[in-house]
């Protein structure tokens, strides 16, 4: 948990979110964008398109998002994290327990099910019976992609010029961290 403002020499402008599905990489990252005073972009919303198709556009608008001065962004979807990551200068990830990260995966799966909540470009969970029978049902996908972030420190070490790294292992890590971040200049 370490300064990222004394480590960076200043204060955070392109972050990315990391963590597995469930982890509450979304909800960090809207967190972050408030505190810092950036933009925050919901990755899922630029690769979901109607009927959770890929959107054509999605890599696109990945480089457009990156290209803007400053930017939170969750770090997901293997053809852009290395565009992300080639313009970061913080990656934080929600490394929590699986336990927790279930937790939260399946109590929001069900809550989006039950109130039919639309996500992105018009797209609804699936029933939940579908969990049985989906292979890539979100919480069987938390599943099966628990360990996907386990070489994330090395990832990051091979960058020409590696963002900073700051790894949080639990919610109070989280809570501590946010409220170490600056606030955004007033205005």
């Given at each position: 948990?370490?300064?990222?403002?004394?480590?960076?020499?200043?204060s955070p402008r392109r972050v990315l979110v990391a963590g597995v599905s469930g982890s509450g990489k979304t909800t960090l990252a809207r967190r972050v964008a408030a505190r810092l005073g950036l933009p925050?972009?919901?990755?899922?919303?630029?690769?979901?398109?109607?009927?959770?198709?890929?959107?054509?556009?999605?890599?696109?608008?990945?480089?457009?998002?990156?290209?803007?001065?400053?930017?939170?962004?969750?770090?997901?979807?293997?053809?852009?994290?290395?565009?992300?990551?080639?313009?970061?200068?913080?990656?934080?990830?929600?490394?929590?327990?699986?336990?927790?990260?279930?937790?939260?995966?399946?109590?929001?799966?069900?809550?989006?099910?039950?109130?039919?909540?639309?996500?992105?470009?018009?797209?609804?969970?699936?029933?939940?019976?579908?969990?049985?029978?989906?292979?890539?049902?979100?919480?069987?996908?938390?599943?099966?992609?628990?360990?996907?972030?386990?070489?994330?420190?090395?990832?990051?070490?091979?960058?020409?010029?590696?963002?900073?790294?700051?790894?949080?292992?639990?919610?109070?890590?989280?809570?501590?961290?946010?409220?170490?971040?600056?606030?955004?200049?007033?205005?």
């Amino acid at each position: 948990m370490d300064d990222v403002v004394a480590h960076l020499g200043h204060s955070p402008r392109r972050v990315l979110v990391a963590g597995v599905s469930g982890s509450g990489k979304t909800t960090l990252a809207r967190r972050v964008a408030a505190r810092l005073g950036l933009p925050h972009t919901e990755i899922d919303a630029l690769f979901h398109g109607p009927g959770w198709t890929p959107r054509a556009t999605f890599l696109d608008d990945v480089r457009d998002v990156v290209g803007q001065e400053g930017f939170v962004v969750e770090w997901q979807y293997r053809a852009a994290r290395q565009l992300l990551l080639d313009e970061a200068d913080l990656v934080v990830w929600l490394d929590l327990p699986l336990a927790t990260t279930m937790r939260q995966v399946v109590t929001r799966t069900v809550r989006r099910a039950w109130r039919h909540e639309v996500l992105w470009n018009g797209n609804v969970e699936p029933p939940l019976r579908t969990v049985f029978s989906d292979p890539g049902h979100v919480v069987r996908w938390a599943w099966s992609t628990r360990h996907s972030l386990r070489d994330l420190p090395a990832t990051v070490a091979r960058q020409d010029a590696p963002p900073t790294l700051v790894r949080l292992r639990s919610r109070r890590q989280v809570e501590t961290w946010v409220r170490r971040l600056p606030e955004p200049p007033s205005r």
